[in-house]
């Protein structure tokens, strides 16, 4: 028998032994019956021992097959490109971003663009006397508040209905079971337009509109609640609250927790400063009714109320299995612990057990997320002005069908990508935050 001290024990193909030790070998032969060499004959192989040498040599090896995947990839990407190039030049049409700037020549019932302004650039409602670039800028801020919205409805809905199918409420539980899947096992277009037309359709006119606390009305011509209007100091309190938002952003690459507490508590006194400093830097803008119209306050459009709801609603059925599988994953010994603590059930789900789930939540909620934002594209099944009903409009205008669906593939990827980044970005500090 052969004996390794201080060393590594390898076996050489097929019937000897080998040590090796400060990169000397020795290599001894043993005497084995025919059996024990059938079955060593059979074996792969092992491989030699990996050192600095072979570790650099794997991953120049890792390196140079995803780099040959990578060249293969851009390769046929642009014997493609090249393709089309040549089969749209041999039917005579041409690739060009000039109808950008063209006239529109059509209005949009709502939304912000960029335009130019008595101070600069600043965002203006649309009209038809501006360009197709503004149009699609237009498309893309309804997108982009509808997705806003959303995502911060369906977060928060979501979570209550997944803590509401946990209840121990035989009638909670099980209504939530009984929404999720009726949710999450209809289409999202019919849920659209089951909002739209059956609900806030069948809404009375702004004269026999029910208007809750004074404030916010609930019509057929749209939804309108209270908003905030800044006044002349507004000004002052922004620069306060500029240097609210340094210090915060500059917290976070504090690593000092108690420097990092500081950060936070000079940015609340800065805001609670600049606030006392600018006197009423904002007011209340209360939405008033008349007849056929709303003054004041903000106000959203039946098209809009109605994609934000069934998005939202849509989404928090997902995110709602998403946060009970999370929570069902935590060990039973952290409630136990809990529970010894003296924590009831509530206190020991919010304090104890969700948060350790977040970790478990956050990748499905990225996806969760991105989904949200590419779906807003439905919109153009009740009308709602959003990206892609508006780059219908203009490529109708301008005849530009491809250099237009180009730029809406962007856009969408583009958006896509930084929803997901902030995702994973964010997930990645929670994960650090819990390793520490």
């Given at each position: 028998?052969?004996?390794?001290?201080?060393?590594?024990?390898?076996?050489?193909?097929?019937?000897?032994?080998?040590?090796?030790?400060?990169?000397?070998?020795?290599?001894?032969?043993?005497?084995?019956?025919?059996?024990?060499?059938?079955?060593?004959?059979?074996?792969?192989?092992?491989?030699?021992?990996?050192?600095?040498?072979?570790?650099?040599?794997?991953?120049?090896?890792?390196?140079?097959?995803?780099?040959?995947?990578?060249?293969?990839?851009?390769?046929?990407?642009?014997?493609?490109?090249?393709?089309?190039?040549?089969?749209?030049?041999?039917?005579?049409?041409?690739?060009?971003?000039?109808?950008?700037?063209?006239?529109?020549?059509?209005?949009?019932?709502?939304?912000?663009?960029?335009?130019?302004?008595?101070?600069?650039?600043?965002?203006?409602?649309?009209?038809?006397?501006?360009?197709?670039?503004?149009?699609?800028?237009?498309?893309?801020?309804?997108?982009?508040?509808?997705?806003?919205?959303?995502?911060?409805?369906?977060?928060?809905?979501?979570?209550?209905?997944?803590?509401?199918?946990?209840?121990?409420?035989?009638?909670?539980?099980?209504?939530?079971?009984?929404?999720?899947?009726?949710?999450?096992?209809?289409?999202?277009?019919?849920?659209?337009?089951?909002?739209?037309?059956?609900?806030?359709?069948?809404?009375?006119?702004?004269?026999?509109?029910?208007?809750?606390?004074?404030?916010?009305?609930?019509?057929?011509?749209?939804?309108?609640?209270?908003?905030?209007?800044?006044?002349?100091?507004?000004?002052?309190?922004?620069?306060?609250?500029?240097?609210?938002?340094?210090?915060?952003?500059?917290?976070?690459?504090?690593?000092?927790?108690?420097?990092?507490?500081?950060?936070?508590?000079?940015?609340?006194?800065?805001?609670?400063?600049?606030?006392?400093?600018?006197?009423?830097?904002?007011?209340?803008?209360?939405?008033?009714?008349?007849?056929?119209?709303?003054?004041?306050?903000?106000?959203?459009?039946?098209?809009?109320?109605?994609?934000?709801?069934?998005?939202?609603?849509?989404?928090?059925?997902?995110?709602?299995?998403?946060?009970?599988?999370?929570?069902?994953?935590?060990?039973?010994?952290?409630?136990?612990?809990?529970?010894?603590?003296?924590?009831?059930?509530?206190e020991s789900l919010w304090v104890i057990v969700l948060p350790q789930a977040v970790k478990v939540i956050l990748p499905s909620l990225g996806n969760q997320y991105v989904s949200l934002a590419k779906s807003t594209s439905f919109a153009i099944a009740i009308?709602?002005?959003?990206?892609?009903?508006?780059?219908?409009?203009?490529?109708?205008?301008?005849?530009?069908?491809?250099?237009?669906?180009?730029?809406?593939?962007?856009?969408?990827?583009?958006?896509?990508?930084?929803?997901?980044?902030?995702?994973?970005?964010?997930?990645?500090?929670?994960?650090?935050?819990?390793?520490?």
């Amino acid at each position: 028998m052969m004996i390794c001290l201080g060393a590594q024990l390898q076996l050489v193909y097929p019937d000897s032994y080998a040590c090796t030790d400060n990169g000397d070998v020795t290599v001894t032969q043993v005497h084995m019956s025919d059996a024990q060499k059938t079955h060593f004959a059979h074996m792969p192989p092992p491989l030699p021992p990996r050192g600095k040498s072979g570790r650099r040599l794997a991953r120049f090896r890792a390196f140079t097959f995803q780099a040959s995947i990578l060249a293969a990839i851009v390769a046929a990407l642009g014997v493609f490109l090249s393709l089309v190039w040549a089969g749209l030049r041999s039917h005579g049409i041409g690739f060009s971003l000039d109808f950008l700037q063209q006239q529109a020549g059509f209005d949009i019932s709502e939304g912000l663009t960029i335009a130019h302004g008595p101070h600069g650039l600043t965002l203006a409602p649309f009209n038809a006397q501006q360009t197709n670039a503004q149009a699609l800028v237009a498309g893309l801020y309804n997108t982009l508040v509808v997705a806003a919205i959303s995502i911060v409805l369906s977060t928060i809905f979501g979570v209550l209905l997944g803590v509401t199918r946990m209840s121990k409420n035989w009638v909670a539980r099980n209504w939530a079971w009984g929404f999720i899947e009726l949710i999450r096992n209809t289409p999202l277009l019919i849920q659209i337009l089951f909002w739209y037309f059956a609900v806030f359709l069948q809404l009375p006119s702004i004269a026999e509109a029910s208007i809750f606390h004074g404030s916010l009305i609930l019509s057929r011509q749209g939804v309108f609640l209270p908003w905030l209007i800044a006044t002349e100091s507004a000004t002052t309190f922004e620069w306060f609250a500029a240097s609210a938002v340094v210090m915060l952003v500059g917290a976070g690459f504090v690593r000092n927790r108690r420097y990092r507490y500081s950060f936070g508590l000079a940015a609340v006194i800065m805001l609670i400063a600049g606030y006392a400093i600018a006197g009423s830097p904002f007011r209340v803008d209360v939405p008033v009714a008349s007849t056929f119209s709303v003054s004041g306050g903000a106000g959203f459009s039946p098209e809009m109320a109605s994609l934000i709801v069934a998005l939202s609603v849509n989404t928090a059925a997902f995110i709602a299995e998403i946060v009970r599988g999370a929570v069902e994953s935590i060990e039973k010994g952290q409630w136990e612990a809990a529970a010894a603590l003296g924590l009831g059930a509530r206190e020991s789900l919010w304090v104890i057990v969700l948060p350790q789930a977040v970790k478990v939540i956050l990748p499905s909620l990225g996806n969760q997320y991105v989904s949200l934002a590419k779906s807003t594209s439905f919109a153009i099944a009740i009308g709602f002005p959003d990206l892609f009903n508006v780059y219908g409009t203009v490529a109708n205008q301008s005849g530009r069908s491809l250099e237009g669906i180009l730029i809406i593939m962007a856009v969408y990827l583009i958006m896509s990508v930084s929803i997901g980044g902030l995702a994973n970005a964010y997930n990645r500090h929670v994960i650090r935050k819990g390793a520490r």
